[in-house]
Nanobody
């Protein structure tokens, strides 16, 4: 199994910045995609940003130019740098990873794992 540990949420004022981190651990063979999603009260969970193993990134239109997603060299930790935060960015932010895990006998199996979520509140 793969566990995702998130950190970095908090309460900030509009215009300020936060950096979220998500570290994956377990019997990981490879991680193909890591991403950040968010869910505001009364709304569906939505993709914020994602990054694939080759480094290509994808962003929601609402965060383009303000948020940056990146991965460490090992590829098991993903970061979300959030600048110029707005009230509408308030949500619980979830990390997600998709890849393969190692089984016995050299076999692998695909996985999708989610973090527990971290609250980001933007308020004056």
């Amino acid at each position: 199994q793969v566990q995702l540990a998130e950190s970095g949420g908090g309460l900030v004022q509009p215009g300020e910045s936060l950096r979220l981190s998500c570290a994956a651990s377990g019997s990981i063979a490879s991680i193909n995609v890591m991403g950040w999603y968010r869910q505001a009260p009364g709304k569906e969970r939505e993709l914020v940003a994602s990054i694939i193993s080759g480094g290509s990134t994808n962003y929601a239109d609402s965060v383009k130019g303000r948020f940056t997603i990146s991965r460490d060299n090992a590829g098991n930790t993903v970061y979300l740098q959030m600048n110029s935060l707005k009230h509408e960015d308030t949500a619980v932010y979830y990390c997600r990873a998709d890849g393969t895990i190692r089984l016995t006998w050299g076999l692998t199996k695909t996985f999708t794992s989610w973090g527990q979520g971290t609250q980001v509140t933007v308020s004056a």
